[in-house]
């Protein structure tokens, strides 16, 4: 089983509208989460942190469920540049910084 | 203030030769991580350096591949022999100091192609 596991998509969403995308991870012992943005054959470029009391960030907000393992994203009012692949990525912490990421899940935005 | 710069961009080797892939961080980094993004899959942990110390390289294939950070200059990914599995993106990060309040910065990437 991966260890950080998202729906690969593609989401295919018109302007305007509201998209959700969830992410589920295996390690308990696992501390803080992100999500990450990804354009075609660039660099994955951080969206948000993610925090237990839930966070917003604009028309972008994310929630962790320490108990179900869950991380999800929710974009409202989705632009054509929203258009990406959105990376859930995992950390354990402390000395062990290094990220743990999910496959992506692609959104594609349309007129 | 430039980003986390990597070079070359896009590096071509045929079977068995080697590769050397460079990576500066961003200025008044001094942690170093190297993740692989094989085509249509996600990102994979590498190593995580320091200056002149590797600190964890539980992601780096037993053979073939070492890292580097000296104390001058920049962190070197070095493979050896190259197959082509090891066609791949490799990225490099960086990030001021450790643990996960220290947001690791990337940079755009070394296109690594095996013919």
């Known amino acids: 089983r991966k260890e950080v596991e998202q729906d690969p998509g593609p989401f295919n969403v018109p302007e305007g509208a509201t998209v959700a995308f969830n992410c589920t991870y295996s390690n308990s012992a696992s501390q803080s989460f992100f999500w990450y943005r990804q354009d075609c054959r660039k660099e994955p470029k951080l969206l948000m942190s993610?925090?237990?009391s839930g966070n917003e960030d604009g028309r972008f907000t994310a929630q962790l469920n320490r108990a179900s393992q869950y991380i999800s994203l929710l974009i409202r009012d989705s632009k054509l540049s929203d258009s990406a692949t959105y990376l859930c990525v995992v950390t354990r912490g402390g000395t062990a910084s290094k990220l743990t990421f999910g496959t992506g899940t692609r959104l594609q935005v349309t007129l | 203030n430039a980003g986390v710069m990597q070079n070359p961009r896009h590096l071509v080797r045929r079977r068995g030769q080697e590769a050397r892939l460079r990576c500066s961080p961003m200025k008044g980094h001094s942690h170093v991580y190297w993740y692989r993004q094989l085509p249509e899959e996600g990102l994979k942990f590498m190593v995580y350096l320091q200056k002149e110390n590797i600190i964890d390289e539980s992601g780096m294939p037993k053979e073939r591949f070492s890292a580097e950070f000296p104390k001058e200059g920049p962190s070197i990914l070095r493979i050896q022999q190259v197959v082509r599995g090891d066609s791949a993106a490799y990225f490099c990060?960086?990030?001021?100091?450790?643990?996960?309040?220290?947001?690791?910065?990337f940079g755009p990437g070394t296109r690594l192609t095996v013919l």
């Open positions: 990060a960086s990030s001021p100091g450790q643990g996960v309040r220290n947001e690791q910065f």
């Open positions: 993610v925090y237990s």
